[in-house]
């Protein structure tokens, strides 16, 4: 079975900017790996003012869908409170966590919650099959 992977990374403020995801979709897919991309259906949540319960819902469905993940992975270019949120969540809940975190002092809570740390994406890229292979051992 094709190891599940939640892709997380800043939406607020970054609608125009999420071309990382087709990038680390790219290099898990190749790596065996089945990816769930909250984007694919926020994003035109994101370019439109909704309600308390559109925005309740969002939530809920992320939630379900780390739940249904083997594997968390946040691209954190910026801090996110989302991302952070979802972060806390997943290891919380028993996921392997994976964060690629480009900012210079990440906050503690984000290395306290992380399994792996990687400064780039092209890092994460030479770790993926050890990171997987460790994840199924587990």
């Excluded at 949120?85 to 975190?101: H, I």
Aim: with cysteine; hydrophobic share 40%; glycine share 4%.
């Amino acid at each position: 079975m094709k190891p599940r992977v939640f892709l997380a990374g800043p939406i607020q403020g970054f609608e125009d900017r999420q071309e990382y995801r087709a990038i680390l979709a790219s290099i898990l897919e190749k790596a065996g790996c089945e990816v769930l991309d909250p984007w694919l259906r926020e994003r035109l949540i994101y370019r439109r003012d909704v309600g308390s319960d559109k925005l309740k819902m969002l939530v809920e469905k992320d939630l379900k869908d780390i739940d249904r993940c083997d594997v968390f992975l946040a691209y954190m270019p910026i801090l996110s409170a989302g991302v952070c949120m979802e972060l806390f969540y997943a290891k919380r809940s028993g996921k392997k966590t994976v964060v690629v975190c480009e900012m210079e002092n990440p906050s503690p809570w984000i290395i306290v919650h992380a399994d792996y740390i990687f400064k780039s994406i092209e890092e994460l890229r030479e770790s993926l099959e050890q990171i997987l292979h460790r994840n199924a051992n587990k």
